[in-house]
């Protein structure tokens, strides 16, 4: 497998919203750059390659997303395999989002209580250019986990409404994150690459 094999579930580029999964795409090739950079400076060089696994919603592949949360696999060199959920966004916030419920009313559960990714990346690109992140940070997603449970990051809650969405999201600044949970972040370990 590449080094960077991400998953696109190509029935999901359609109708409202759309526009997100078309402007993430061309933000890909920086996070690639990024990805490989990081691994490597980390000790944890990827494999040559990158790799876009396309399918439906209907389709195996497409698990690891719909119901693990998991957009990206990675392969270092040494042939080992990692899971990571990325979420390229294009406002201002800077904070890690995660879906707590798809229907809040409904209690249907979201991505906080599914995901089965070991990095979380969250990159934005605002004001909105499609090719450069802004700002970013790499999670180590089971750090985060055992951290949230002992209380030592600030999660709050939001309704979205926009629209008749019925979902809630957690969120947290990147500073809420302590040190433990941070793998990398803009203004670390990119400088040669992104003058950050």
Known sequence: MAGIARIIITDQTNGR???RFRDSQKLQPSADTLYRHVFATVGMPLADGIEHIRCTKDEFEAGYDCAFGVD????LETGQQMTMQEKFLFTKYNTVTVEFHQDWRAGTQGDWFNLRCQYYFVGYDFPKTCHRFSNWILLDWPAVVKLTGQGAVGWRVRQNTR?????????ATFDAFPSECIVARMGQLQHSLFGG
């Not at 990206?72 to 392969?75: A, G």
């Not at 008749?164 to 969120?171: H, L």
């Open 72 to 75: 990206v696999i990675l392969t």
């Open 163 to 171: 629209d008749g969405a019925r979902a809630d999201f957690k969120y």
């Open 17 to 19: 919203g759309s526009w």
